[in-house]
C-alpha cells in the first residue's frame, strides 16, 4: 500500500474511478509533502482526472454523502468539496498556452504528462494512480522523486518558458526553497533573475501570499536573500531592497542593514509564529536609508529612523495589499518604540523611564522586548551577551513596575468626566492639560496610580489654570 494513500479518501475515489473507468491520480502538494512527511500546510488535495473533473467530483460526492456541496468553477474546469477536513480539487488534465502580457492560458483537454508539463516544478509534478490496477503507482516523468530527495527546485520544462507563461511561479520557486530549506537549481535561479521584470503582470495579493508563507517559514531569511539576488525584491518591496549595501567613508562604515534585518528576521522567527511580530522584525530599520547621515565627528547616523519607519508603515502595507486596520498599528508600534529598550538599557534605568515605556507599548511590551533581543546581531559574543544581560535587567524591572503600578493597561483613576464634573467646565483643552499633569505625576512616581492622590492633583493642576472646583460638584 502506498503511504501517501493512507485515507479512506483515496479508497472511495478509487472505487468511483474505477467504475466510472475513467483515470484518476493524485498530484502535487499532497504527493510531495507525503514523501518528505510532512504535514501539508492547508490539508488540500488535488486530483488530476483524465477527462472531466467535474463530473468525477460530482459522482465521489455523491457516494461519500448525497449532502455534501460541491463547488463548481466553470471557467477553470475545476471542482472542489470539503469532507473531514479536506478540501479535494478535482481538475480535468489539460494542456496550457500562454500569450506573451497574461496569466490566463488558453486551455485544452490532454494526457496526463501534459498536465504534469504545465506544473511548476518537478516535485509539485509527482502523480500517483488512483485506478485499482495500478493503484499506488508513481508517475514521475521529470524526476521529482530525486529533485526531493536532493533538495532540489527545479521547472519541469524550460525555466524561461516556465516562468514567462506564469511569473508567480518565481515567487512560488523561492517561496518553496524558503519553506522546505531546498536549493534552487542554477538554470532555474538564473531564469529567474533574467524574468524578474514579468513579475509586475502578477497581482500584488498574490505576490504578498507568497511573501507572507516566506516570512512564516523556519528559515525566511533565506527567502529575502533569493528574492534580492533575483532582483525580484527590488520591483516588489524597494523599501526593502534599499537597506542593503554598505557606504564607508573616512575609513568608517555601517552595516548591511539588509542583511542585518533579515537575519532579525531570523532570530524572531525561533522564537514567535506571530506573523505580525516577524513583520516588525523585518521593518523596524525600514528607514535606515532615508535617515542615513555622516558626520566626521560622530560617524554614521540614521535619526528618528524608527519614528519615520513607522510613518512609512501604512504605504507599504497598502502597496503589499497586506491589512490596514490593527495588524497595521501593532506593526508601526513595534518599529516606533523598538529603540526604546535600547536607550533604556544603556542609561541609567529609571524607574519613570520603565513607567514610560510599560505606558506606552501596554500589552505588546513582551513582543517589543523579543523584537529588542532578536535585533541584537553583533558577531562579537562578548558584546551580545552584554546587551542581552542589560535586556534581562529591563526585563526585570519591567516586571517589578508592573506588579507595583500595574501601567500595562493604564486607565487614569480620575477621568474625564470627573475633571468636568468637579469644576463645572465644559469638553475642552483644559481636560487634556489636568489629564496629562495626572498621568505624568502617576508616570514619573509622584504618586502612586491611585484616586485619591490623582484627586489632588486634579485640583492642584486646576487651580494653577484658573479653575475653581465647583463646591457641589454636579454628580458625572
Ligand atoms: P501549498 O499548498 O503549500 O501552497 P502546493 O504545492 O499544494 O503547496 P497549491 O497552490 O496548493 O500548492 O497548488 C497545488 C498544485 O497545483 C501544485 O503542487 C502544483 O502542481 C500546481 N500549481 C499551483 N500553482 C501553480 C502555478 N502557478 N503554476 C503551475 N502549477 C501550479
Ligand atoms: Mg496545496
Known amino acids: 500500500m502506498n503511504i501517501c494513500l493512507n485515507d479512506r479518501i483515496f479508497e472511495i475515489l478509487s472505487e468511483v474511478v474505477t467504475a466510472e473507468d475513467v483515470k484518476a491520480f493524485v498530484i502535487g502538494g499532497w504527493v510531495r509533502d507525503c514523501i518528505l512527511s510532512r504535514e501539508h500546510p492547508e490539508k488540500d488535495i488535488d486530483i488530476v482526472i483524465i477527462g472531466n473533473g467535474i463530473e468525477t467530483a460530482r459522482k465521489t460526492a455523491r457516494k461519500i454523502d448525497p449532502k ?17 477536513d479536506y478540501d479535494i480539487e478535482f481538475v480535468g488534465a489539460r494542456k496550457e498556452s500562454y500569450r506573451r502580457g497574461s496569466r490566463k492560458p488558453v486551455v485544452e483537454g490532454g494526457t496526463l504528462e501534459d498536465d504534469q508539463k504545465r506544473r511548476d516544478f518537478t516535485i509539485n509534478a509527482l502523480a500517483i494512480s488512483l485506478n485499482k490496477e495500478t493503484y499506488g503507482e508513481f508517475l514521475d516523468p521529470f524526476n521529482g522523486i530525486d529533485d526531493l530527495k536532493n533538495k532540489i527546485i527545479r521547472t519541469p520544462l524550460d525555466p524561461v518558458r516556465t516562468f514567462s507563461d506564469d511569473p508567480l511561479r518565481m515567487m512560488r520557486a523561492i517561496r518553496f526553497a524558503a519553506q522546505l530549506n531546498f536549493t534552487i537549481e542554477k538554470n532555474t535561479f538564473d531564469s529567474i533573475s533574467e524574468n524578474a521584470e514579468r513579475i509586475r503582470i502578477v497581482s500584488p495579493e498574490r505576490i504578498t501570499t507568497e511573501l507572507n508563507k516566506i516570512i512564516i517559514s523556519d528559515h525566511p531569511s533565506m527567502g529575502f536573500i533569493m528574492l534580492e539576488k533575483s532582483g525580484l525584491l527590488s520591483i516588489i518591496f524597494p523599501e526593502l531592497d534599499k537597506l542593503k549595501g554598505v557606504d564607508k567613508k573616512e575609513g568608517k562604515a555601517h552595516k548591511d542593514n539588509f542583511h542585518h534585518s533579515v537575519k532579525v528576521l531570523d532570530n524572531i522567527s525561533k522564537r514567535t509564529d506571530n506573523q505580525w511580530l516577524r513583520w516588525a522584525a523585518l521593518l523596524h530599520d525600514i528607514a535606515k536609508p532615508v535617515t542615513k547621515k555622516y558626520t566626521p565627528e560622530t560617524g554614521w547616523s540614521f535619526h528618528g529612523h524608527e519614528y519615520i519607519g513607522s510613518k512609512m508603515i501604512p504605504d507599504i502595507f497598502r502597496k503589499l495589499k497586506l491589512p490596514l486596520n490593527e495588524k497595521m498599528k501593532y506593526v508601526q508600534k513595534l518599529v516606533e518604540l523598538h529603540l526604546r529598550p535600547i536607550v533604556l538599557s544603556q542609561e541609567e534605568v529609571t524607574d519613570s523611564a520603565v513607567r514610560r515605556l510599560l505606558f506606552d507599548a501596554g500589552d505588546d511590551i513582551d513582543d517589543l522586548m523579543l523584537l529588542c533581543e532578536a535585533d541584537i546581531t553583533s558577531k562579537n559574543e562578548e558584546k551580545k551577551t552584554r546587551h542581552l544581560e ?12 508592573e506588579e507595583k503600578d500595574a501601567l500595562r493597561n493604564f486607565q487614569p483613576p480620575v477621568d474625564g468626566s470627573e475633571i468636568i464634573s468637579t469644576f463645572g467646565i465644559k469638553p475642552g483643552k483644559e481636560v487634556g492639560i489636568i489629564k496629562n499633569a495626572i498621568r505624568d505625576a502617576i508616570l ?21 489654570i484658573g479653575l475653581t472646583p465647583l463646591k457641589h460638584p454636579r454628580s458625572s
Open 68 to 84: 455534501i456541496r460541491v463547488s463548481i468553477f466553470k471557467n477553470f474546469g475545476t471542482a472542489m468539496f470539503r469532507w473531514n
Open 390 to 401: 542589560n535586556f534581562k535587567y529591563v526585563r526585570k524591572k519591567l516586571r517589578e513596575i
Open 444 to 464: 514619573d512616581g509622584v504618586i502612586p496610580n491611585e484616586k485619591k492622590a490623582a484627586r489632588k492633583i486634579m485640583i492642584k493642576k486646576g487651580k494653577e
